[in-house]
């Protein structure tokens, strides 16, 4: 918009001095006519007789001048340059050539700036050429009055000029920019994770910005694609021979009755369940990172899979002595669209969390509650708590409670929950219970 209305500054500026200067020559013109037809008129009134020199002096003349405005008049006539008539201060051009062409010039009389006129002529008195000069000035507020007028009516032209060029310009940039705003927008109402290519409708002109947009996120798409391919593959690597190393230690620690013996392998032990714990888990992140872009939506039976997850959990819960209660369901079905891989990963990082940090002989409950508008799973345990970790907002990676430094994990589980809630439109947060332990409550929509 700056270089539209820095032009229109520059076109209005033009405008008033090409308007100034032609009104100024325009009215100089006039009234240089004007001074030209009087000393001419004057001249066509003298007459030369025998012993001197007769001058009728045209007042019609004075008074077609006077007529235009309030200006002033002066004249003088010289003859042989001895004053006849006239202003004597009004001084005669030096310079004048004798003809019957008058010369035009500006001088101040009085104080008053005056346009004169000046014309020389010869006449032949007793046989003698005498040189007869005739002047005739003007002075020009009536030339200052116009050029105001005009001035003034140039300059609201001009204002209203650039006030139509800035109302256009802001016209013109806004309809252009309009595309570029309503593509920006379609590209940030977007998701962190959704990578697909724009499609919005835009101008021709924005073809190669929205070509070489689509190009970057292609290039971005492939990039990530071969970090999760190359983390998956890295778990499944590292996760295999971590479970032999555990097999292993655990058969030399029932074999071995050395106690500084057995306090290593309990360590090698300790760390390989750490290890694999962590692979496991940057498995799952790895694999929510892959389906939030693909964006796989079927219409499931919320109850049901919670059912599932909480069965594949069971055999866990009950080498710890815990049992996991999922019986308080709804009586008619649970129905949301949703990816079930996504929804299977959540659900089952809740449970484990839940069973990680409850002590033997304690219940985990699950809850699942409906309203018109989302469904609400709580899983609430018993256990220790989570002391130093946000209950509500977003969750950072390998970020663990204050109060869990000895049990096994690797801070990614809550993290992993929150990327879910942000892919499928839902909400994870989680409540200290009064009586001790978690409440952690997702809210998906129906």
Known sequence: MLPLVSAAIVISLLFLLVMRQITEQAVQATQDALLKTAV?????????????????????????????????????????????TGYEEL?????????LDPVLSSTVIRGVKVRKATLRSRLFISGTPRVISIAVAQSQLFQESILAEISRNATI????????????ALLVTTSFLRPVNLLADAVSRRGPHDLRDVKHPTPLEMLPLVSSLNGFIRRLRGTLRQTENFIAEAAHHIRTPLSVVKSESQLALRKSTNPESRKHLHNIIGAVDRSSRSASQLLDHALVLYRSEKNNMDRLDLANLILQVADSLRPAADLRDISISAETFPCEPVFITADPILIEVALRNMLDNAIKYSNPDQIVQILLKMDDATAEISVI????????VNITGPRKRFRRGSNV?????????????????????????????????TCAHLRLPV
Do not use: W
């Open 381 to 388: 345990d018993q256990g220790r708590g989570i002391e130093g």
């Open 157 to 168: 032209i001009g204002i209203g000029f650039l006030a139509f060029s800035i109302f256009m």
């Open 91 to 99: 001084e005669l051009a030096s310079t004048a050539p004798v003809g």
């Open 405 to 437: 430094e000895d049990v096994v994990g690797s801070g990614l589980g809550l993290a992993i929950i929150s990327e879910i809630c942000v892919t499928v439109g839902g909400t994870f947060s989680l409540k200290k219970n009064k009586g001790g332990g």
């Open 40 to 84: 001419s008129s004057i001249l066509e009134h003298t007459r030369s007789t025998d012993y001197n020199v007769e001058i009728d002096l045209p007042y019609d003349v004075f008074t077609m001048l006077g007529a235009i405005s309030e200006d002033k008049i002066y004249y003088r006539i010289d003859l042989d340059g001895d004053l006849l």
